[in-house]
């Protein structure tokens, strides 16, 4: 059986991987000149930079970890965030040391209004009585504790020479074509026995229904000598850009508290500015709420009739996955083709 898998994402990187493994002649076809989608990261100097934002790598699933843990070592990175808002800038998610800083205990209202309602129509440029709880849950209210890690999962960490050298890893061996557009991607996938399909949903399609709502991002990159006093810095306020990073942090061990640059050595800070998508720049985020999910639903309908096409991926299937979510889903995707694998 031949394969073609169309994207050399994070999904259609596993899905490759998984299916080599499995013994299948499988070949990967990329419009962009390079792989590993948004993971995408190259070095600079001693550190990597997050070309497409920040990538922070968390899971619970042990399978998931262990199949990555093949193609990589990790940092004991454990990711932290504070926010600058009207009350001053502040640990989140919401825990009892933020409590301390702000000096009283807010009520979720008060924490509703001041970590997510600016930020999140910034981001999904919707006013907030809009917003759909498939946003508004992905980030915990209020936590009970101390902890001020941005995540919990027992799993955390950064590939311990960044995410495209890990990518590059998983593909070994495999036949990666990179720079290839839409209409010879669409005759190689005619050759094929299965396409493992990870781009936009609308675009397999040609359109057909409209263009489906995604955000896109804008990034202002600055060298500087100066760093962050932590890895990422949210803006929940009416500044136009969501968050500021400082991309050394990504490449350390610890997300706060980094010492001054030794003499002649500089980090690069990247401020990031949420924006519609159009054919002028690149889909990020996946709207699946009001209209957005009404008409993925009718595309989905179409996928679900393609029989030699697997869709997988935030594109594919419309979804906001965080990482660890791309590679279960791929891997749940294949089972009935690559069986359960050693990685459970
Ligand atoms: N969010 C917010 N304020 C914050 C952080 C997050 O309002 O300071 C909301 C916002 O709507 C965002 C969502 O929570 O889109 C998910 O945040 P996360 O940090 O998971 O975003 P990602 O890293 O996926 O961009």
């Known amino acids: 059986m031949f394969i073609v898998v169309i994207g050399s994402g994070l999904s259609g990187t596993v899905a490759s991987s998984l299916l080599r493994h499995a013994g299948y002649r499988v070949n990967l076809f990329e419009t962009r000149t390079h792989v590993a989608g948004n993971c995408f990261d190259k070095r600079d100097d001693n550190f990597v930079v997050h070309a497409y934002g920040p990538h ?29 808002t009207p009350q001053g800038r502040i640990p989140i998610p919401y825990n009892s040391q933020t409590e301390c800083w702000l000096g009283r205990r807010y009520r979720d209202q008060e924490i509703r209004d001041l970590i997510f309602k600016d930020y999140s129509q910034k981001q999904w440029g919707i006013p907030w009585e809009q917003m759909p709880a498939a946003i508004t849950g992905r980030v915990p209210m209020r936590r009970e504790n101390e902890d001020m890690r941005y995540f919990t999962d027992k799993y955390q960490g950064q590939p311990k020479d960044g995410y495209t050298a890990m990518f590059e890893r998983m593909l070994e061996g495999i036949p990666v074509h990179l720079g290839v557009g839409k209409d010879e991607w669409r005759k190689h996938a005619a050759k094929a026995d299965l396409v493992i399909y990870t781009g936009k949903i609308d675009e397999y399609f040609n359109y057909c229904y409209g263009r489906l709502p995604y955000r896109s991002l804008r990034f202002e990159h600055q060298r500087s000598r100066e760093r962050l006093p932590v890895a990422v810095i949210n803006q929940c306020n009416t500044l136009p850009y969501t968050r500021m990073y400082d991309h050394r942090y990504f490449s350390e061990e610890s997300a706060i508290g980094a010492p001054p640059l030794p003499e002649g050595e500089e980090t690069i800070i990247t401020k990031e500015y949420p924006m519609a998508h159009d054919e002028t720049n690149e889909p990020f985020y996946p709207m699946p709420f009001g209209e957005g999910q009404a008409l993925y639903q009718k595309y989905k309908k179409l996928a679900d009739g393609e029989k030699k096409t697997i869709f997988i991926g935030r594109l594919a299937t419309y979804s906001y996955l965080d990482m660890w979510m791309a590679v279960k889903q791929a891997m749940v995707k294949l089972r009935p083709i690559v069986g359960r694998g050693p990685f459970v």
Do not use: K, R
């Open 56 to 84: 922070l790598f968390h899971t619970n699933d042990q399978e998931v970890w262990n199949f990555l843990s093949e193609s990589t070592e990790w940092t004991g990175y454990q990711h932290l965030v504070l926010a600058d």
